[in-house]
């Protein structure tokens, strides 16, 4: 870990991943330039962040604005050097027939919520003025709460969240990663939905599709729910135990350009859960069994980033750690040995050539 300053006896502050639903968020996602310029402006800003999530929110303190940061795999060696996150990796796309878990460039992610969209709005203005230069947009999601937390389809979304201390146990990285204790992994995937399809058929068909009624929102009992139900391949089950994730899914459109879809976002303490999850989506558990709202939904997105504790960010010193090169010891250099009979002439490991 290239963070500068002394090492504390004290817990790493975690961001602010485990929190109530809002009524809006912004999803950005981009990619930095290339050039040391580039990543030292990426180094100084996430120091920068809480501040400026401070300086938005107050003009409502009670719009709970609040704003996540995580770094994908290719830019944590770009911006920090060797040392990362124990499961970090490119996100794995997935190809099963015609369901496809895309892979989609993206160095850094920003996951901004409030009551409000304006907030939300307001700090995404703020971020991108202040980082503009430095990087280039990829994805920009506007979500927002539809009627009682459903999503498009029609059916409650996150039903299953965890809470209190369950879900500070799911979301947060543990000992089994010391250097990154309090971080978290976190996956995002853009759905497409077809509409028209999805609301040709009945709703008993769309229960069965989802694993839940869709009105009342209660699971359907396992004697009627099909095993290719989204809600039974999207559980994962270790040793007999469901390990669980932390979803804020957001619906988000546009009606004019009949553009209907979820965003998902999950943070988990290990990122095998989700890719769990999305394998016995796409590909079926056993194989081909698989999840049929699949066959409405299409995902546009996929990308993997990890979300640092809030005092990993803010520690992150003006040294670039990939740019600086490791300082050589002031030493004369030593006097060529004198040749010995039978050398092979082929010089030091140093590249000297041989006397």
Not at 65 to 74: A, D, F, P, R, V
Request: proline share 6%; net charge negative; with cysteine.
């Amino acid at each position: 870990m290239t963070a500068s300053g002394t090492r504390s006896n004290l817990a790493p502050v975690s961001q602010l991943v485990v929190q109530d639903l809002t009524r809006a968020a912004i999803f950005l996602v981009v990619t930095i330039n290339p050039g040391t310029a580039n990543r030292a402006a990426i180094r100084s800003f996430c120091g920068d962040l809480p501040a400026l999530v401070r300086a938005v929110g107050f003009r409502d303190i009670e719009g709970n604005l609040s704003c996540i940061m995580g770094i994908g795999s290719e830019a944590w060696d770009r911006l920090f050097g060797e040392r990362r996150p124990a499961e970090l990796h490119p996100f794995r796309e997935i190809k099963a027939g015609s369901r496809h878990a895309v892979s989609t460039p993206g160095d850094l992610v920003f996951h901004l919520r409030a009551k409000r969209m304006d907030l939300c709005f307001e700090l995404a203005t703020q971020i991108m003025t202040r980082i503009d230069s430095a990087v280039s947009p990829v994805d920009e999601v506007h979500g927002f709460r539809y009627f009682d937390d459903r999503d498009l389809i029609g059916f409650v979304d996150g039903t299953e969240n965890p809470g209190g201390q369950a879900a500070i146990d799911a979301a947060y990285v543990g000992a089994e990663d010391e250097a990154f204790i309090g971080g978290t992994y976190v996956i995002v995937q853009k759905y497409l939905h077809d509409m028209a399809g999805w609301n040709a058929l009945s709703t008993e068909a769309q229960e069965r599709i989802i694993g839940r009624s869709k009105l009342s929102d209660i699971e359907l009992d396992d004697a009627v729910k099909p095993t290719c139900a989204h809600n039974a391949l999207a559980k994962v089950v270790v040793d007999g135990k469901e390990i669980k994730i932390i979803r804020d899914n957001m619906p988000f459109g546009s009606v004019a350009a009949k553009e209907f879809g979820t965003y998902f976002i999950g943070y988990a303490r290990s990122p095998r859960t989700i890719e769990q999850m999305l394998e016995n989506m796409f590909v079926g558990q056993p194989p081909g069994n698989y999840d049929r709202l699949l066959d409405f939904s299409v995902a546009k997105t996929g990308n993997l980033f990890f979300v640092p504790s809030a005092t990993f960010l803010e520690n992150i010193g003006d040294d670039d750690p990939v740019a600086a090169p490791s300082p050589e010891p002031d030493v004369p250099a030593p006097e060529p040995a004198p040749k010995r009979k039978g050398s092979l002439d082929i010089g030091s490991l140093k590249g000297d050539p041989a006397s």
